[in-house]
């Protein structure tokens, strides 16, 4: 008794200056910090609290966190974006929305060091709310969604060509209703000659200032015209797919074709929305050659291409850096550009402040095949794994238990 009373005075300074010492949650060190919207391409340090970016600044002091992870020898960069998945889950046994082809975000994106997707459509204004309720609310992925102009999104033929189910007026209330999650407006899998849905589509975006989100499935309008109604920020996706239903943006000549030149020089952006048969060497890599470079690594991710030649944002990203894409090239159109490609500034970035969303790459070297939709296969030397994945500050997935303690036998 005699002793603490001597040193109370002494331990009551002690205790704040300890809790004062780890003044931040998790620690990043000595990782190659590529952060394409603010420009940084160096090892640097990061440091996380309160689920926030709290500071990036060269050998910040060990002693300052509770928890830390070296990443020396690692690329880290921010939590990656993949703008083309369908995770409307659902007991609905034959469907997208609300059913079973769709797959549910957590169980894919974290060992893939995605923290934010964008289900492309899978919902309209009828059943955006259940997705909301059901899957968006409750998902540690961070889940956004471009709204269908079909009022019931991907079910059945019929409703996704009912006309009179196109309401822009319905969509635009649920869209105004849901601005924080809604990034923006989806047409496909329509296959009439009408060009409503695809008018109504530009109207509702237009009216919302959001991007038009052009998916598959629009056999009777050509490409040239789907391409020349498009504005400046819109979005096409299965950019270099090989289907009857579709014109390729390589002609058989070997050349990208003219009009699609033109469209990315308005602006036009083209996603890869690789899935089970969207993405062919044939068309991507002399695409790749003539500048139609993707702006974004969208991967169709649902229950059909998981297994197959996509398998996951990272393959795709990892096929492009076999086709010669440099890797901070691959980590702009991963990060940065999807982010502002959906108008979300304030994702795909490390910026101070901002949600401490973040991966961790490792390039493994050696001998890898990479497949495309039509089972066509290149090699290539690189591939990228993620070590680990951060979403708002909690470690989701630790690949090789880097934040891990080391276990030692007693």
Not at 30 to 37: E, F, L, S, T
Not at 232 to 244: A, F, L, P, Q
Not at 370 to 398: H, M, P, S
Request: with cysteine; charged share 20%.
């Amino acid at each position: 008794m005699r002793f603490w009373r001597k040193y109370w005075l002494l331990i009551l300074v002690l205790i704040p200056l300890g809790m004062i010492g780890q003044e931040y949650d998790l620690l990043l060190r000595n990782g190659h910090v590529i952060d394409p919207k603010n420009k940084i391409d160096k090892v640097i340090d990061i440091a996380v609290k309160d689920g926030k970016i709290a500071k990036l600044a060269v050998n910040i002091a060990p002693t300052a966190a509770k928890k830390i992870i070296d990443a020396t020898g690692l690329f880290v960069c921010p939590g990656l974006i993949d703008i083309h998945t369908h995770v409307f889950t659902g007991p609905e046994a034959g469907q997208f929305a609300n059913g079973s082809y769709s797959v549910s975000a957590d169980d894919f994106t974290f060992k893939s060091g995605v923290t934010t997707v964008v289900d492309a459509g899978t919902s309209g204004w009828r059943n955006f709310s259940l997705f909301r309720e059901q899957v968006i609310n409750t998902s540690q992925t961070r889940i956004l969604a471009f709204l269908n102009i079909a009022g019931w999104g991907m079910i059945s033929k019929d409703q996704m060509e009912d006309l009179a189910d196109m309401n822009v007026d319905s969509a635009l209330k649920v869209l105004n209703e849901n601005k924080d999650v809604i990034v923006g407006v989806k047409i496909g899998h329509y296959e009439k000659k009408e060009w409503l849905p695809f008018d109504n589509s530009i109207t509702l975006a237009s009216r919302t200032g959001t991007p038009l989100f052009v998916e598959c499935h629009l056999p009777e309008y050509s490409l040239q015209d789907q391409l020349k109604k498009l504005r400046k920020g819109d979005i096409i996706t299965h950019s270099y797919e090989k289907v009857n239903e579709r014109t390729s943006v390589v002609g058989e000549d070997g050349r990208l074709q003219s009009y699609v030149k033109k469209a990315q020089q308005k602006g036009v952006l083209f996603d890869v929305g690789h899935g089970g048969a969207g993405f062919w060497f044939s068309q991507a890599i002399p695409a790749f050659k003539q500048g139609l470079w993707p702006n974004s690594f969208g991967s169709d991710l649902h229950r059909f291409s998981m297994n197959a030649g996509m398998k996951s944002m990272l393959n795709i990203m990892s096929k492009y850096m076999a086709m010669g894409m440099p890797l901070n090239d691959v980590i702009v159109r991963g990060t940065w550009n999807p982010a502002q490609s959906i108008v979300r500034n304030d994702l795909g970035n490390l910026s101070e402040g901002t949600i401490a969303d973040i991966t961790i790459l490792s390039v493994v070297r050696g001998r890898f095949g990479f497949v495309d939709a039509g089972g066509n296969k290149i090699y290539g030397d690189r591939k990228l794994e993620a070590e680990v994945t951060v979403r708002a500050g909690k470690i989701v997935w630790d690949l090789n238990g880097l934040s891990a303690t080391a276990y030692t036998e007693k």
